[in-house]
């Protein structure tokens, strides 16, 4: 592996570690998203690059391997009744949620650039801690 890092035109990857803390149940599963699309923060849908992975809630941690080093930015939902979406009540969401580097959250989810992170090194680690308004 050391050998392709050194041929022309290889792109250096690394691995990105997520955890995830203050999950209020272990009931249902945890949607990450990973992405480098400011436009498609924090939804990710319409972004094909975005690498979503779903993991049972009673798991805090999930890894990224491959990765093109470059400004990437995760958001996290707690799915708890496992429907594959947020769910709200009058816009406000009734189900946890957060992002890398832990932003303020006031109305409405933050901007890319409140979450996002650089991927420089062979490996990184962001802990996102989860919030529930409801």
Known sequence: MVLLATLPGAVP?????VDVSNLRSTK???RVCLTADPDNFPACIDDANATTR???ATTTSI??????????AVAVIHDEN???KLDT???IPREG???SRNPTVRFG????????FTLQSDADRQQVRMRYLL
Do not use: D, K, Q
């Open 13 to 17: 990857t690394a691995e990105l570690a």
């Open 28 to 30: 249902g599963m945890v």
């Open 54 to 56: 779903s993991i049972p």
């Open 63 to 72: 890894r990224f391997g491959g990765l093109p080093h470059g400004t990437y």
């Open 82 to 84: 496992n429907n594959h």
């Open 89 to 91: 009540f009058a816009g």
């Open 97 to 99: 949620f957060g992002f």
């Open 109 to 116: 989810p933050p901007r890319f650039a409140a979450a996002r």
